[in-house]
């Protein structure tokens, strides 16, 4: 009978809450490039933290790469690269077979246009059938309205983090080139944000907002008076004014006082939400990379946001981990959070196997959603989808087990978290 339940969640249709994918162009002009270090994604963050302290920053080159993999490859980075590379290519990832590992990617990508290689990856292997992705819709990038980029499978989050935790002009100085408005003022600043989100959403493609400022600063957000917002619109604004004497024309003016536009502008962003009832994705928890400061990402600081605009529908990522419990009784308490484990299978899958038991446990089903690649690569896709499925596999054979639920059950509950769930909240049924 488990074996069954196995074999639903194995071959069952993943929605992906989360993704980077590259533009077909960008992989148009980097596809002879790929090789077995194109297999690594975010294993490449850990092959710096196995490297230790006194080793120079990413690892790019055979050698180092052939010493440090073998201590990485049972973190859950690690794992993702060799399900990923035997259930495409039937050989393990190991420096012998690098060599073999490129001459089998080039050949599988050689025959087939851009499109057609996301489509073997994404929709064939990965077996996802829809993917929002972060990276295009965002106003400094040059392509940013281009949709034919990308499958039609495809939704697109707008993101303007540099906004969100503004320290300097440029953000305002991309809003006047995107939206050709002249940022004159703090009313015409906002003007500038609802245009631009009016020229994402006139795509027809836009399907949330994400707020990935947690790379940027904490997520406590206040609630700036008008007049707080001015002062600080004002001296990033005119730089040629004199304060306290001296003329700042470069660099950064202190980010402390630029704080109240920063939360200000937040808020127009979150009322714009509501009014239009946009889904707004955002990044809690761990940080990609390395040397990152946890300290201010936990999903805990946004129950302010929560608590007023109780009508938006927040999609709270990476189980907000390693707060995952945390984030769990939230979502229990809040009908506007809906909790989601993307690219948390990556990160530790024990972890949230765990977390995800706990969470059926907490949350009623239809809230909670269960993956999100979280890569740049499309191949990357099937590691990460494997180790996902197999984390949510275990997780539903205890649950039947331990005679919680019947074999129908898991089953309904598997459809939910993996697919259906994500297609009502991203109204795509
Ligand atoms: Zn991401």
């Known amino acids: 009978m488990d074996s069954t339940i196995k074999d639903f969640i194995m071959t069952h249709e993943l929605f992906s809450y989360h ?6 162009a960008e992989f148009e002009k980097k596809r002879a490039s790929y090789s077995h270090k194109a297999f690594l994604g975010y294993a490449g963050s850990d092959l710096v933290t ?9 690892i790019n080159d055979d050698a180092r790469l052939e010493a440090l993999w073998p201590s990485i490859r049972t973190t859950g980075y690690g794992r993702a690269v060799v399900s990923g590379c035997k259930e495409l290519f039937g050989i393990e990832y190991t420096p012998m077979n690098f060599a073999r590992i490129t001459e089998i990617l080039q050949a599988t990508i050689a025959d087939k246009s851009a499109a057609e290689v996301y489509d073997y990856f994404i929709k064939e292997k990965a077996n996802i059938r829809w993917v929002v992705q972060d990276g295009l819709f965002r106003p400094e990038n040059e392509e940013a309205l281009q949709t034919n980029l990308y499958p039609n499978y495809y939704k697109f989050a ?33 003007t500038a944000l ?9 795509t027809g493609r836009m399907g949330a907002f994400k707020i990935g400022i947690a790379y940027k600063r904490d997520l406590i957000v206040s609630d700036p008076t008008r007049n707080e917002t001015e002062q600080a619109f004002n ?66 600081f946004l129950i302010p946001l929560f608590e007023k605009y109780r009508r938006v529908r927040f999609d709270i990522f990476h189980g907000s981990w390693p707060w995952t419990s945390e984030l769990g009784a939230i979502a229990k308490n ?19 196997e765990r977390t995800l038991s706990e969470w059926l446990d907490g949350v009623p089903f239809n809230k909670i ?7 740049g690569l499309p191949w ?50």
Not at 251 to 274: F, G, I, K, P, T
């Open 235 to 300: 001296r990033i604004r005119d730089r040629k004014a004199f304060y306290n004497g001296s003329q700042q024309n470069t660099a950064a003016v202190n980010q402390h006082e630029a704080r109240a536009l920063s939360d200000y502008m937040l808020h127009r962003l979150l009322e714009r939400a509501d009014d239009e009832n946009i889904p707004v994705q955002v990044h809690t928890g761990y940080l990609a990379g390395n040397w990152c400061s946890l300290a201010g990402s936990k999903a805990l």
């Open 50 to 58: 196995a490297a230790g302290p006194r080793s120079s920053g990413y």
């Open 369 to 375: 959603f269960a993956f999100g690649a979280d890569t």
């Open 380 to 429: 990357l896709d099937v590691g990460y989808a494997i180790q996902a499925r197999h984390g949510i596999a275990r997780v539903m054979q205890k649950k039947v087990q331990d005679g919680i639920f019947s074999k129908s059950t898991a089953e309904e509950v598997a459809s939910a978290i993996m697919l259906k769930n994500g297609e009502q909240f991203y109204g795509l049924v």
């Open 194 to 202: 609802n245009t631009t989100i009016n020229m994402f959403r006139d």
């Open 19 to 24: 993704d980077h994918h590259i533009t077909f």
């Open 158 to 190: 707008v993101r303007m983090d540099d906004l969100f935790a503004i320290a300097d002009n440029g953000p305002l100085e991309i809003l006047e080139r995107f939206t050709n408005i002249a940022i004159l003022s703090l009313e015409r600043l906002i």
């Open 334 to 352: 809040y009908p506007n959070v809906y909790p989601d484990l993307c690219w948390a299978w990556a990160m530790n899958p024990t972890e949230t």
